[in-house]
């Protein structure tokens, strides 16, 4: 069954922006972990921010931002002041025990 | 820093072949994770192993097993390799706990002829 959803196949933004990727996802476990990965064109996976089912505030890593609506079962990630290496694909995950991921966002910044 | 090692970039093989994909890791990491990432489709978790001679099948299994004898090392098997199973191969390690990120191999793009 899916468990993370991402609705956005691809997104467009001007540089200097900012953006929201959208992500939801689904579990009835209590404890779980939200990760936001970046995958650019050279294939790496480049973890970004991390948000804990227990945690009180929203993440924040430099210009990353996870917005973070549990009774939504929400995680979405928010880039702010968008700049042209941003261009990727951006994947969701939760982790429970094992790790699963959305089928990703593809961004993309334009000048 | 934490380094995860695939044994191949680019990697050929024929229909009916028996294939390794071999992984490595250095951290002490206690698991270790196989996913197969196919355009629109993200990574789909094939098996997971959260330690040593243990493991778990993921959400697409079958068509493939796994091997983990020693702790810094996961193989992938494709008992009969078949032309779908024609995908870049991605292999991760974690710590053991959900607020733990994984840390991925560059991926082995594997195409069956």
């Known amino acids: 069954a899916q468990k993370i959803t991402q609705t956005q196949p691809g997104m467009f933004v001007q540089e200097k922006e900012a953006v929201t990727l959208d992500c939801t996802y689904d579990?009835?476990?209590?404890?779980?972990?939200l990760f936001w990965y970046k995958q650019p064109s050279s294939g790496e996976m480049i973890f970004l921010i991390y948000?804990?089912?227990?945690?009180?505030q929203n993440a924040t890593e430099g210009r990353y931002s996870l917005n973070f609506q549990k009774a939504r079962k929400s995680a979405n990630l928010v880039i702010s002041a968008s700049q042209l290496g941003d261009s990727a694909m951006y994947f969701c995950a939760m982790r429970e025990n094992d790790m699963r991921f959305g089928a990703g966002t593809r961004l993309t910044v334009k000048p | 820093d934490v380094k995860v090692t695939q044994s191949s970039r680019y990697l050929v093989k024929r229909t009916g072949e028996k294939v390794f994909l071999e992984c490595v890791q250095d951290?002490?990491?206690?698991?270790m994770f196989w996913y197969r990432q196919d355009p629109g489709l993200g990574l789909r978790l094939i098996y997971f192993?959260?330690?040593?001679?243990?493991?778990e099948k993921g959400d697409i299994p079958e068509g493939y097993s796994v091997s983990r004898e020693k702790k810094e090392r996961f193989s992938l098997i494709l008992e009969s390799a078949s032309t779908n199973q024609t995908s870049m191969y991605l292999c991760?390690?974690?710590?053991?706990?959900?607020?733990?990120?994984?840390?991925f191999g560059d991926g082995t793009r594997l195409s069956i002829l």
């Open positions: 991760a390690s974690s710590i053991d706990s959900y607020g733990q990120p994984q840390h």
């Open positions: 948000q804990g089912s227990y945690d009180q």
């Open positions: 192993s959260y330690d040593v001679k243990m493991k």
């Open positions: 951290m002490d990491h206690e698991n």
């Open positions: 579990t009835s476990d209590p404890s779980y972990g």
